[in-house]
């Protein structure tokens, strides 16, 4: 209804312009703008319920062609003075389905046996893997191959004076080199702490998460594959050559040597060395380095919400520098994505690795709900949504 009040003020307003337009076309703009920031002032004061499209022209029997252009001019002017600009919807993981899921399927998630690897670094991982900042307070588990150089930056920008961060841009940020290594990221090993002992009790907890298959072919072409025209010396050294070795068999080693960038670490033999317990961290198990089951964080986030979570995180551990915000503009598209790319690989696999590879990641898959098929849909989101702030 109060849409139509709107339809017939404009339409006795457009008649005016009509009648302006036929016998006094040098006045026709200014009476135009006038109509225009009187519909405007309408339309805002009586609502903008969704009603209905009608062509305004269309409605007067008798306008001619000229008439139409007029009337339509008028309709399309007062739309777009109108167009609301939408305000900016904060989103981010939804952390209490987060926790549902967590009382749901921990109990289920612990029956599951660990990786050989896991078992090894049991002890440790929780304490190596989780950097901590004593002025803001906060906790951050680091996943390998899951926005952790990102995050490294971030807290390095952080350990600096205001003076300093103030006079930074985003390249300086995305610049900073050895972030792995640096004395400023600060594990909890260095001071023999662990996120459960009570100091910690009332820091901000976070941990970022991926899906299982998307991490694992991220490291293999950022461990395995060249970079810079160059093949990653420890890796090979400590991994690729003991893949190779094991399936082309020892003399292997040899002919990659005289010609490395030849004879790379295929998919396919990556796959078959974790199989066969060929592991780093950069590709064991997520909830094996992290233990939410054990450390009841504040914050799960996802790499499939990366830009919505860091911000979050980041507003709720109080860092205003726009230097170390997440962009609002995805650059995914921009090149061949991860995604893309690991639904081809996993296409070429047997189904028998495909369902190994799922085993080897099944506490992963259970915990964060994420599709083994990697042609569904939903691939590769995890099963908690996001939610609006």
Not at 1 to 27: A, E, T
Not at 94 to 122: A, F, M, N, T
Request: with cysteine; charged share 25%; hydrophobic share 35%.
């Amino acid at each position: 209804m109060r849409n139509l009040h709107v339809i017939l003020c404009i339409l006795v307003l457009s008649g005016i312009c009509i009648y302006v337009y036929q016998f006094h076309q040098d006045k026709y703009h200014s009476v135009v703008s006038y109509v225009v920031q009187s519909a405007s002032s309408l339309k805002q004061r009586v609502g903008t319920h969704k009603g209905p499209t009608v062509t305004l022209a269309t409605t007067l029997p008798h306008a001619t062609h000229s008439q139409d252009q007029v009337l339509n001019d008028i309709v399309d002017q007062v739309m777009k003075s109108n167009e609301e600009v939408p305000e900016e919807v904060i989103k981010f993981s939804d952390q209490e389905e987060w926790g549902k899921r967590r009382s749901l399927k921990c109990h289920e998630v612990e029956s599951i046996p660990l990786s050989e690897y896991g078992s090894h670094i049991r002890g440790m991982s929780l304490s190596y893997f989780t950097k901590f900042d004593s002025n803001y307070k906060f906790l951050y588990c680091s996943v390998p191959k899951v926005a952790s150089t990102n995050w490294k930056r971030t807290m390095i920008v952080l350990s600096m004076d205001k003076t300093t961060r103030e006079g930074m841009t985003k390249d300086d940020v995305n610049s900073l080199k050895n972030v792995h290594n640096d004395p400023r990221i600060k594990a909890l090993t260095k001071v023999q702490g662990s996120p459960l002992d009570l100091p910690y009790s009332n820091y901000y907890k976070f941990v970022v998460f991926r899906h299982p298959f998307t991490r694992m072919v991220s490291a293999w072409r950022n461990k395995l594959l060249l970079a810079d025209g160059n093949v990653n010396k420890y890796f090979y050294k400590n991994y690729g050559i003991p893949i190779i070795k094991l399936t082309r068999g020892p003399k292997a080693e040899i002919e990659f040597l005289k010609n490395q960038t030849a004879n790379l670490v295929t998919f396919q033999e990556f796959v078959t060395g974790i199989k066969n317990g060929i592991v780093d961290r950069h590709w064991m198990p997520q909830s094996e380095i992290c233990q939410p089951c054990f450390v009841n964080y504040n914050h799960v986030g996802f790499f499939e919400y990366l830009n919505d979570d860091t911000n979050h995180i980041l507003d709720e551990i109080g860092v205003k520098d726009e230097i170390v915000k997440a962009d609002k503009v995805s650059q995914a598209g921009r090149t061949k994505s991860t995604t893309v790319i690991t639904q081809e690989l996993f296409n070429t696999l047997p189904q028998e690795d495909i369902d190994a590879m799922y085993n080897f990641y099944k506490r992963d898959f259970v915990l964060f709900g994420y599709e083994k098929d990697v042609n569904s849909p939903t691939f590769p989101y995890p099963s908690i949504p996001e939610r609006r702030g």
